[in-house]
């Protein structure tokens, strides 16, 4: 029976909430388009991304119009190409970037993502040459994104990994330089990277995934930051029941989405990610939810705490909804990306190492952070490795996307534009970690990695 009330509340939420369906992710193997010559690897690749997801923009926008749900992106990921590319040079690999922007062209999408090395307790040669070419690839495309895994909780840290990120990123960073070092807001470091994620720059097609799956990611904040103020003067635990509740709702729309998309394409459904991925948008912000639980400020003594609450209960609604949670499903803080954490910044209430705390309960990490544009190598790295530990040693997900805007100082900020915002530049302490980070090796896996 059509429940009248719920309707009228999804279309509020839509309307009056910001609610969207942030992404349609397809995730399509490559294993099958493996091959020895390089021009023909691409070829096939090619291929059977333009077959394969064909359709993939066209289902999305008619999934749109018929239940009024704004689908903002549709994407398309895939095997880690450092897998698929083998032992190709690094020149090779650069002909794949350029093939997975050609595709991703062809088929209109607005992001693809996989060019990735799954590199945490070692390195092959193909993942060697991937990560050699990786800001040349970065800033030749425009819609290729990539991802490096450099640590987990059963592996460890691979802190030579880690060298060569900071190394990356600072070239990707020169390379686009005019354009504010734009490619490194398509370059993210992981540790305990999830397979099935459909946010970038993050996703790729798992190793263990299906030939193809529809993983869909539903965004938020708005809708949760108005059940916090209907919610009034309540005790925390009536308040996270609030967010339960509504985070039951919001993947409920997903999972509608999702199982449409799925039975239009013929596809496979994989996962529904409920992440509160904030937009630029007044009112779109998880800083603004924790200031609504009653911080007076995003970065304010308690942030942390209240983040956590938040997350949890986020997770527990969106499981209780669908029986495919996946991803990253919790609560995102990217910068550049959230109003109130743009603003935090720059009342200065918010610093580097106040985030650093607050991704030990989140549900990525250091995310779309600008720090100036001469920061060294060796400071980047540290940061990489700090941010990494957390997740290793609490077994959970966090990443570092980290952008040194060329020529850019502390106080002033970057505009990217779109869902990727503006960056205010943050100071960072620059003592020297480089002694610590040439010792290289790897970290080694904490001892409760040792489960099985």
Wanted: net charge negative; hydrophobic share 45%; aromatic share 4%.
């Amino acid at each position: 029976m059509i429940n009248t009330h719920d309707i009228l509340e999804t279309i509020n939420m839509i309307r009056e909430e910001n609610l969207d369906i942030r992404t349609i992710t397809m995730g399509i193997s490559l294993w099958d388009c493996v091959s020895e010559d390089a021009n023909r690897l691409c070829d096939k690749i090619y291929d059977k991304l333009t077959k394969r997801a064909e359709h993939l923009v066209k289902t999305g926008e008619d999934i749109e119009a018929m239940y009024g749900i704004p689908i903002v992106n549709k994407r398309v990921s895939v095997t880690p190409i450092s897998l698929v590319g083998g032992a190709a040079s690094p020149e090779g690999y650069l002909k794949i970037a350029h093939t997975l922007q050609r595709a991703a062209d062809a088929l209109g999408i607005n992001f693809i993502g996989g060019f990735s090395a799954l590199v945490q307790k070692g390195m092959t040669v193909g993942a060697q040459n991937l990560i050699s070419i990786l800001p040349e690839a970065l800033a030749q495309t425009r819609n290729v994104c990539s991802s490096v895994n450099v640590a987990s909780t059963k592996a460890g840290i691979n802190m030579d990994a880690i060298a060569m990120m900071g190394s990356a990123i600072k070239r990707a960073a020169y390379l686009t330089k005019d354009e504010n070092s734009i490619a490194c807001a398509k370059l993210v470091v992981f540790a305990n990277v999830p397979e099935d994620n459909p946010f970038m720059a993050g996703a790729f097609c798992g190793v263990g995934e299906p030939e193809a799956a529809i993983n869909v990611g539903v965004s938020g904040p708005g809708v949760v930051a108005s059940a916090i103020r209907r919610a009034g003067d309540c005790n925390l635990s009536e308040l996270a029941d609030v967010i339960k509740k509504t985070a039951f709702k919001i993947t409920r729309v997903g999972q509608l989405v999702a199982n449409e998309a799925a039975k239009r394409l013929d596809t496979p459904f994989g996962i529904v990610d409920l992440s509160l991925a904030p937009t630029p948008a007044v009112g779109d912000s998880v800083a603004y939810i924790l200031e609504g639980m009653g911080l007076e400020s995003c970065g304010a003594h308690g942030t942390t705490a209240a983040l956590a609450m938040l997350n949890d209960a986020v997770k527990k609604g969106g499981v209780m909804a669908s029986s495919h949670v996946g991803g990253l499903s919790g609560a995102f803080i990217p910068v550049s990306e959230d109003a109130g954490m743009i603003a935090a910044v720059e009342r200065g209430a918010l610093t580097l190492e106040k985030l650093e705390a607050m991704t030990a309960v989140c549900s990525v990490g250091l995310d779309m952070i600008a720090v100036p544009g001469d920061t060294t190598e060796d400071v980047i790295n540290g940061i990489i490795a700090d941010e990494i530990s957390i997740g290793v040693v609490n077994t959970k997900t966090t990443a570092v996307r980290l952008i040194p805007a060329y020529g850019k100082k502390a106080g002033e900020s970057v505009e990217f534009g779109g869902l990727l915002g503006t960056a205010p530049i943050m100071e960072i302490n620059n003592y020297s970690p480089a002694k610590f980070i040439r010792r290289g090796g790897r970290i080694p896996a904490p001892i409760h990695s040792l489960k099985n």
